[in-house]
Structure formats: structure tokens, C-alpha cells
């Protein structure tokens, strides 16, 4: 059985960092790209960043280029996602997932996890 289990979020000041991470298990980690998409209250989930199996390719919405780095660590079968200057708007759950495919392609991401809050305060 395939589990994704972020952690991380919080409350923080807009202008500050939060590191999520997401570990999975029951399935072949280092074989499959992995997400992060976020979905706000009233708003339709959106795809944030992405990253290949081997680390070597990511991907970023244009909302969060220059701010937010994903990595992985195969080892240790976790994701994770750096953010850093968040603003107000960053509020919302965020979500792991993960799939073979594309890694830019939303539809390729096949496991969630239960998604983690987090709250940017002005």
C-alpha cells in the first residue's frame, strides 16, 4: 500500500521559510517523479513544483519560480520542498504526490498524501 505522509507546514510571517517534507512508502521511490500541488480555500488545486526520479529535472509554476526548491533524497525516500519568502497567497494545503510520467503533466500522479497547512500570516 502506497503512503505519503507530508509534514512541515505551519504559520509563519510573510518573508519567512518553511521546509515540507513528504516520505513515502510502498512503493519504489527512486522510480518515480514526485509533486507538490497546493489547493486554497475556494480555489482549484494548483501544481506547484515537480521533480524526476533522479533529481536531475524540476519544474516550477511561474507563481513560486525563484522562491520554492524541490529536492529529493532517494535514501531516504522523501520529497521535499523548501519555500522562502512565502507571501499571503502562499496559504493553502499542500499536497505530495506521485507517478511515472512526465513530471510535468498533472495527470501523471497517481498517489496523494493528505496534504499539510500551510498558513502565511501579513
Known amino acids: 500500500q502506497v503512503q505519503l505522509v507530508e509534514s512541515g507546514g505551519g504559520l509563519v510571517q510573510a518573508g519567512g521559510s518553511l521546509r515540507l517534507s513528504c516520505a513515502a512508502s510502498g512503493l519504489v521511490f527512486s522510480g518515480y517523479g514526485m509533486a507538490w500541488f497546493r489547493q486554497a480555500p475556494g480555489k482549484e488545486r494548483e501544481f506547484v513544483s515537480a521533480?524526476?526520479?533522479?533529481?536531475?529535472?524540476?519544474y516550477y509554476a511561474d507563481s513560486v519560480k525563484g522562491r520554492f526548491t524541490v529536492s529529493r533524497d532517494n535514501a531516504k525516500r522523501t520529497v521535499y520542498l523548501q519555500m522562502n519568502n512565502l507571501k499571503v497567497d502562499d496559504t493553502a494545503v499542500y499536497y505530495c504526490?506521485?507517478?511515472?510520467?512526465?513530471?510535468?503533466?498533472?495527470?501523471?500522479?497517481?498517489?496523494w498524501g493528505q496534504g499539510t497547512q500551510v498558513t502565511v500570516s501579513s
Open positions: 504526490a506521485a507517478g511515472n510520467g512526465p513530471i510535468t503533466l498533472k495527470t501523471t500522479y497517481v498517489y
Open positions: 521533480i524526476d526520479w533522479s533529481g536531475s529535472n524540476t
